[in-house]
């Protein structure tokens, strides 16, 4: 899942000024998880909004709704009637959510109330960590299931570093060294010989290095003629 | 005489406190609005509670481990938190907000809670920015 957390309310404060119609917009997936931007914190978000308007003794109206996911066109058409009036959108879904609403309706603003953080996973209520840097060329197979990219803070792909101690890491003694784990992992699955292989630098070309990625799964790709024949037109 | 307006939302159980035979009058400018437990309080209660005119907001929990269901008086200790901490993203006091463990038989306690709570907001008066640190 997608980690974010809610930006300063200052902050979004100031990315409202100057408007007093505004919809708040939530998402029940990912973020609603991490307490950021689901139905609840989408409620709190916009009272704290008209509390501050009232202390400032202005005006605002703020409506409130959350979609199932803000990252799926077919989810995000219901939010069409509930812009007509209004002047600008605070979506407290994720980076792509915000950006999916933006482009369905290019004619509002959207602002984003979150920061998107990273693909992470609950530890435990209230605390996430980080699990996948989305690198585009896994090696869990390798590394008993722990991603070193992500969860090792120098991202080694052969470790441990020197800077192991007593299974915690060097830059942060409450993060857990990645490759202890990896190490812990393998024995109780057998399989320490797979810390022989020297994994090799990573081919970085399935990552960031083409600009944004574009995954396409031809099982699933409609053709031109299936889309029109599904939206009914000739 | 002070006018501040003060609301305490409160769970049923420490109602008792409030009003130990169910029909005493609430000191001047209370008014008290009743869940079935404090974990049902959330912050959008609080904040709707100063925008619409209190101008602090107590609420009263049972004592730590005495909650009927289990965890809502540490529910409801959580969103106060957090309500403090939106009141100061905001620019506003967050002493506005302000959480109290009764057990039902510490009417004293509460009586005196009250006396604090309108200091403060005799104090503080109505919601304004930049009240607070920011």
């Not at chain 1, 915000?98 to 530890?123: C, F, I, K, R």
Request: hydrophobic share 35%; charged share 25%.
């Amino acid at each position: 899942m997608i980690i974010a957390e809610r930006k300063d309310l200052g902050l979004i404060s100031k990315m409202l000024e100057g408007r007093s119609k505004v919809l708040v917009a939530g998402c029940r997936s990912c973020v609603a998880i991490c307490h950021a931007g689901g139905e609840k914190e989408v409620a709190a978000t916009a009272e704290a909004l008209r509390l501050r308007a009232a202390a400032e003794g202005r005006h605002i109206d703020v409506t409130e709704m959350t979609l199932e996911r803000q990252c799926e066109k077919e989810w995000v058409q219901e939010m069409g009637p509930h812009l007509q009036d209004r002047e600008i959108v605070l979506s407290l879904a994720c980076g792509v959510g915000a950006q999916v609403v933006q482009e369905m309706y290019p004619a509002t603003l959207v602002v984003p109330g979150l920061n998107t953080s990273n693909m992470g996973a609950p530890e435990e209520q209230g605390i996430y960590l980080e699990k996948c840097a989305g690198c585009g060329d896994c090696v869990l197979h390798l590394t008993g299931g722990i991603c070193p990219l992500a969860r090792c803070s120098k991202s080694m792909l052969n470790g441990p570093c020197g800077g192991s101690q007593n299974g915690k890491c060097e830059v942060n003694p409450d993060t857990a060294c990645a490759w202890d784990l990896i190490f812990h992992s393998l024995q109780r699955l057998g399989r320490l010989d797979l810390l022989e292989e020297n994994i090799p630098p990573k081919n970085w070309l399935p990552s960031r290095s083409g600009g944004p990625r574009r995954i396409v799964r031809p099982p699933v790709v409609q053709g031109e003629e299936e889309k029109r024949s599904r939206e009914g037109s000739p | 005489m002070s006018t501040s307006e003060i609301t305490c939302l409160c769970c049923r159980s420490a109602r008792t406190a409030l009003q130990p035979n169910g029909d005493e009058e609430l000191p001047e400018g209370v008014s008290v609005v009743e869940m079935p437990c404090s974990g049902r309080i959330d912050e959008v209660m609080m904040l709707r509670a100063l925008r619409t005119g209190s101008h602090v907001v107590m609420v009263i929990a049972c004592l730590d481990g005495n909650c009927k269901n289990r965890t809502g008086n540490y529910h409801a200790r959580r969103r106060v938190d957090e309500a403090r901490s939106l009141l100061s993203q905001l620019g506003l006091d967050p002493r506005r907000v302000a959480m109290f463990s009764l057990a039902s038989n510490q009417s004293s306690c509460w009586l005196e809670a009250v006396k604090d709570m309108r200091e403060l907001a005799d104090a503080l008066g109505p919601i304004k920015l930049m009240e607070g640190d920011r």
